[in-house]
């Protein structure tokens, strides 16, 4: 369950910055088109970005996580994991068993994982609808409702809450076909950071006794 959260997680948050206006106005009605084209315009030149989040499972605790995106490369600490992918590598490492697996990263596959694959997923996979507007705390935001097209994906819909105002995220949620409902919302989200290619490596050293299972 916590491996399918994370790209679950990687999915929706990478798919929201780096979509386009002429994908979005193919698949959704003139309210939903016009707030989804206007949040993509602020965040699809973005080429590098580091993100703080909360996620909450419905009626279970809400824990913390943090993503950092360059391009293909990303990594993704949440749920007890630590996802590396350098562009070529992908390196999951799991906490709780002090064990990481390692399997080629291959862009042109099928897999939520990958940023550019996920881009043609976007534009083709879903429908969008507005749904209302409201305030939440201090801010008014609007609510637009994606639904796949694909029915044999794990998850039903999602909704996600945009910043009237300057058009940023506030928070998106996921209902997934078991029954299963889970709410991020962006704490902090950090433009062009200045990242080394590095930090996408997994550095076996910093990690003393871990056991590496080699998938390739």
Known sequence: MKKVKASLFLLFFSALFICTS?????????????????????????KSFKALFTY?????????GD????????RLKMAGQEIYNDGKLMATYIKETNEV???DFDPTATGDLDPTK????????????FLEEKKVGTQVVEVVELTPTNKNGQVSKVQIQVN??????????????????VTYK??????DVTVADAFFN???KQYPGVEVIDLR
């Open 164 to 181: 009237k105002g300057d058009k940023s995220i506030n928070n998106w949620k996921i209902f997934q076909k078991s029954g299963e409902k």
């Open 56 to 64: 909450a499972p419905e009626g279970g605790k809400a824990l913390k």
């Open 67 to 74: 993503v950092t995106v360059k391009g293909t490369k990303f």
């Open 101 to 103: 697996n390692l399997q």
């Open 202 to 204: 997994f550095d076996a």
């Open 22 to 46: 002429t994908d979005l106005m193919a698949q959704g009605d003139k309210k939903s088109t016009a707030i989804l084209d206007a949040m993509s315009a602020k965040y699809q030149k973005v």
């Open 118 to 129: 996920i881009y043609s997923a976007y534009k083709k996979g879903f429908k969008y609808a």
């Open 186 to 191: 962006l704490d902090k989200f950090q433009p």
